[in-house]
């Protein structure tokens, strides 16, 4: 479930890295749209954990509260 959740993030952060690449035009750009693809690969995936049973909300806060 971890592994399928992770396909489908690495699948939306392919395809959004392909489709909005080209539009970005300078480094600022750049390293804005890395940053919209960092933050929405970590709610696609979230999202996907969530959806597939891989991981319950409330663990995946847990998870983030100790990482710091």
């Given at each position: 479930r971890i592994?399928?959740?992770?396909?489908v993030m690495?699948?939306?952060?392919?395809?959004?890295?392909?489709?909005?690449?080209?539009?970005a035009?300078?480094?600022?750009a750049?390293l804005g749209l890395?940053?919209?693809?960092?933050?929405?690969?970590?709610?696609?995936?979230?999202l996907?954990?969530?959806?597939l049973?891989?991981?319950?909300?409330?663990?995946?806060?847990?998870?983030?509260?100790?990482?710091?």
């Amino acid at each position: 479930r971890i592994l399928a959740a992770s396909a489908v993030m690495a699948a939306v952060l392919w395809a959004g890295q392909r489709t909005l690449w080209p539009l970005a035009d300078g480094q600022l750009a750049a390293l804005g749209l890395l940053a919209a693809l960092v933050t929405g690969g970590l709610a696609v995936y979230v999202l996907a954990a969530q959806l597939l049973g891989a991981a319950r909300l409330s663990d995946i806060r847990g998870m983030m509260r100790r990482s710091k």
